[in-house]
């Protein structure tokens, strides 16, 4: 009796332990699955918290007296002085979404000066990614032309009174953009065309077909979209920037 009774009570208490670790394990999977599950709202919440940021800093930058469109140390006019922020009145904008995130970036028009500026939020700040700068001489532009949306590219048009055209292809990666491609055309012969590549500040030319398949590398079938900038106004303010 008494063997049957040890054996009897050794089974009672494998139970509760068995009871306990099935217990012990049931709860952890539970604790592991509501952290999973309160932190998958927090991804979308905290990148829309982001461009919620962003847009207002945006509208605070667009509602002041003058408007930085460049970085103030750029040079104007082949380095003859350094910019002045613009006159809010004289400003233009966009907002594009050129990089894969939620995050728009601004673009800034001068229309004194021809400036432009590309600028993003990023760590609680406005940052610049690129300028451009006119020299304002007869026939010469330099414009912002468009984008892939989400795709990290724009393209950038520039027109010289002598030489032609060229487009150039920039990457926005890791806060910076970076001229990846290039097309030129020479004024003098129309049919005269140049495909390039330009890497630690070099250019190297490439055949169409080749300038053709890195571009696809960059965007896929996404098609391109013209930028058009708006006049720096308390309603174009509220309808645009969102």
Not at 144 to 164: A, E, M, N
Request: glycine residues 6%; contains cysteine.
């Amino acid at each position: 009796m008494e063997a049957r009774h040890r054996i009897f009570y050794m089974e009672v208490d494998e139970m509760k332990v068995t009871q306990k670790t099935i217990l012990s394990r049931s709860l952890g999977i539970l604790l592991i699955l509501a952290l999973v599950i309160a932190m998958i709202p927090a991804i979308p919440g905290e990148a829309a918290s982001t461009k919620s940021k962003a847009l207002a800093a945006y509208k605070k930058m667009l509602s002041q007296s003058t408007v930085t469109v460049v970085p103030k140390k750029v040079p104007r006019r082949w380095g003859s002085r350094t910019y002045n922020p613009a006159k809010a009145k004289n400003v233009f904008f966009s907002i594009a979404y050129i990089d894969n995130d939620s995050v728009p970036e601004l673009i800034l028009f001068d229309q004194a000066t021809d400036y432009y500026g590309i600028w993003t939020y990023r760590n609680g700040k406005i940052v610049n990614l690129e300028y451009l700068i006119n020299y304002q001489e007869p026939g010469y532009y330099n414009r912002i032309y468009g984008y892939y949306l989400k795709k990290g590219i724009f393209l950038t048009y520039h027109v010289f009174p002598d030489d032609g055209h060229d487009m150039s292809y920039y990457k926005i990666s890791n806060g910076k953009a970076k001229e990846v491609l290039c097309r030129l055309k020479d004024k003098g012969d129309k049919s005269e065309r140049y495909y390039c590549t330009r890497s630690n500040g070099t250019y190297k030319q490439l055949a169409k077909r080749t300038f053709y398949n890195k571009l696809k590398s960059y965007i896929g079938s996404t098609k391109f979209r013209r930028l058009y900038v708006h006049r720096n106004t308390a309603s174009n303010r509220k309808k645009f920037v969102k």
